[in-house]
């Protein structure tokens, strides 16, 4: 019996968009994850439950069409600090591996002090949500920085903070009136698309983003914000020509050993525009002016 045929590129890009898009804002929760002296403030991160990776999974592909299997182990006889105590304990291990026919399986491990509460459930989650980022699927959240707010007396948020509009799915920027839905231009459509190949997918799928409130090309609210993409796509690809440039003026060995030194294959790798701009200025500082 042969193999079912992988899904066309055309296919695999629509799903990628639709696995990208990000969570309903009613489905974010947020995480104290350190406090200031006095408990008054602390540091908050969002996540999301892994029913709500589950729910996505489901819609694109039915809960037959995806799977995943965990391996568990144990790591004993390690010492953990706790408010300056030492003791004893053990760590749980886990890895996920998540199977998308026609699509493709990842990894993902997690881990969690075995002496802590649900210690099996959470490295499982976190193992689970890893292996859904290497798919797309919550890897934005990553993105977003930490927080400071007031915490009450039980050391939750008293007020949490506002998602930023990339980290909204494009209904909800409509509905709440972030973003007017207008006419399009498909040229302009093509134009961004093509641009994917050139940059790589991690920083052609931030700029859409960012720029343009989207994952999907074609999902971008109007020719507006179509215009603010192709402006930080060709911005990104100057970046990319002064790369060029250096490397044509002093040897591809410096951005050899910098690509070595951040554990790329290649620039088109660069997983983000912070990414891109440590690169131009490592490169464009290490060498003489005049060079350049």
């Known amino acids: 019996m042969s193999a079912p045929r992988k899904f066309s590129a055309t296919e695999q890009r629509r799903l990628y968009a639709l696995l990208e898009t990000p969570f309903s804002p009613a489905e974010i929760k947020w995480r104290v994850v350190c406090k200031g002296q006095r408990g008054r403030r602390g540091k908050v991160l969002p996540y999301a439950d892994p029913r709500v990776y589950t729910d996505r999974l489901n819609q694109l592909f039915t809960p037959s069409g995806w799977s995943r299997t965990y391996n568990m182990a144990a790591l004993p006889n390690v010492v953990r600090e706790i408010h300056g105590r030492e003791f004893v304990t053990g760590k749980v291990l886990m890895s996920c591996v998540l199977t998308i026919p026609r699509l493709g399986s ?123 993409v192709l402006r930080w796509m060709e911005a990104a690809i100057r970046g990319y020509q002064r790369i060029e440039r250096v490397s044509s003026a002093a040897g591809t060995h410096q951005v050899e050993a910098l690509l070595d030194h951040l554990k790329l294959a290649s620039i088109q790798e660069l997983p983000s525009l912070d990414a891109l701009r440590f690169v131009v200025d490592t490169l464009e500082s290490s060498i003489p002016q005049t060079a350049a």
């Open 106 to 228: 990842h990894t993902g491990t997690g881990e969690e002090w075995a002496d802590s509460e649900m210690a099996v459930t959470s490295a499982e989650a976190q193992a689970f949500k890893r292996a859904c980022a290497c798919f797309g699927l919550g890897r934005y959240l990553y993105r977003i920085s930490e927080r400071w707010v007031d915490l009450d007396r039980r050391g939750a948020p008293k007020r949490l903070p506002a998602l930023p509009h990339w980290a909204l799915p494009p209904d909800v920027l409509i509905e709440h009136g972030a973003e007017p839905k207008g006419p399009i231009d498909p040229k302009l459509t093509g134009k961004i698309e093509a641009f994917r190949a050139v940059l790589g997918s991690g920083i052609y799928t931030e700029i859409l983003s960012r720029a343009g409130f989207s994952h999907d090309a074609r999902m971008i609210p109007n020719a507006n914000r179509q215009k603010d």
